[in-house]
């Protein structure tokens, strides 16, 4: 196999991989935000907005993580810097 | 209408009008128009203000985005609504028009593209330090990066880079990979299921915007609140001795 399509397998398995166990991670940890701000709105419903207000900041430090996933994936898909440079090599 | 292709991965790469050296892409184009939209909607709106029982209906949308930012900042700051105000409502006001429009075709959110969200993410950045130094003098700014001790200075200056490049790449790749997806839906399912990720795009985009404004006020907030803290336990420790 040339250096070509080696480089673009591990591209697009890499982005899958970075993807997939990505997600694990701050899937299992907004699960747990969103149940310990549901129980805590259950017992005090009053203190709501302030504890809606803390759970969308801290879901989205939390997701923020997933999207750091996202977006190497989507640089190793769409914008891969290592394919321009073995573009050059193969066509050089 | 798309005009973003799918392997492109910001509207940087989008070149409507190149003359010589002067390069307008989308996102530029697109910044100018919230801009003038939230400038002169603003000025139209304000220009005849009334504080009869009866206004305008534009009056009282404006009052009602108005006082729900300045109510959601008193929440976090405490005092010195006014001086936080302008900043961090421009902020909000930006980020959420430039991600409501995305249901418009042809239209692609500057805030989908790296470039906008870290020109926002270097605007809280220095932000910060101007209201803590404004606040509370350079001193007691500085001081605050030996708290406790001296060796969490590098984890204070580390973690203010940290968030600033969260602050950037969070926007960035929520509104990007929302585009990404419906691109992806529309050459899948094409009739109906994208409408409905455009729905949820809309919450999306609210909820980043929101989060966006939360997350500067809560850093300028930790940045302008050390010292009042140190005050208040102050007045605590005496209040016994007075009573």
């Known amino acids: ?92 | 209408m798309e005009i973003v292709a799918i392997d492109q991965i910001s509207p940087d790469q989008v070149i409507l009008f190149a003359w010589g050296f002067v390069t307008i892409n989308a996102t530029l184009a697109y910044t100018w128009l919230i801009m003038g939209l939230l400038v002169v909607g603003s000025i139209v709106i304000t220009r005849d203000l009334s504080s009869e029982r009866t206004l305008s209906r534009w009056q009282n949308l404006l009052e009602v985005i108005v006082g729900t930012i300045r109510s959601e900042i008193r929440d976090i700051a405490h005092e010195g609504t006014d001086t936080y105000f302008p900043f961090i409502a421009t902020l909000f006001l930006f980020i959420l028009f430039s991600n409501l429009f995305t249901f418009i075709p042809g239209y692609v959110a500057p805030t989908s593209s790296l470039t906008t969200t870290a020109a926002l993410a270097i605007m809280v950045f220095f932000a910060v330090p101007m209201y803590g130094i404004s606040k509370n003098g350079v001193l007691e700014y500085l001081k605050e990066y030996f708290r406790p001790t001296f060796i969490f200075f590098p984890f204070h200056v580390m973690g203010e880079f940290s968030r600033t490049l969260a602050l950037a790449v969070r926007l960035f790749g929520n509104l990007m990979s929302h585009e990404k997806v419906i691109a992806i839906l529309l050459a899948v399912t094409p009739l109906f299921f994208p409408v409905v990720m455009q729905v949820l795009g809309l919450l999306i985009g609210l909820i980043q915007a929101y989060i966006f404004a939360i997350l500067a006020m809560v850093y300028i907030a930790s940045a302008t609140q050390t010292h009042e803290e140190t005050e208040h336990k102050k007045i605590k420790e005496t209040e016994p001795v007075n009573s």
């Open chain 1, 1 to 92: 196999m040339d250096s070509v399509s080696i480089v673009a397998m591990a591209s697009i398995i890499t982005a899958g991989i970075c993807m997939g166990i990505g997600a694990i991670g701050p899937g299992l940890g907004q699960g747990r935000a969103v149940q310990g701000a549901l129980n805590s709105i259950a017992q005090q419903p009053d203190e709501r907005n302030s504890l809606t207000r803390t759970l969308f900041v801290g879901l989205a430090m939390i997701e923020s993580i997933a999207i750091y996933c996202f977006v190497i994936s989507m640089i190793l898909v769409f914008a891969n810097p290592f394919w321009a440079y073995v573009i050059k090599k193969a066509g050089g």
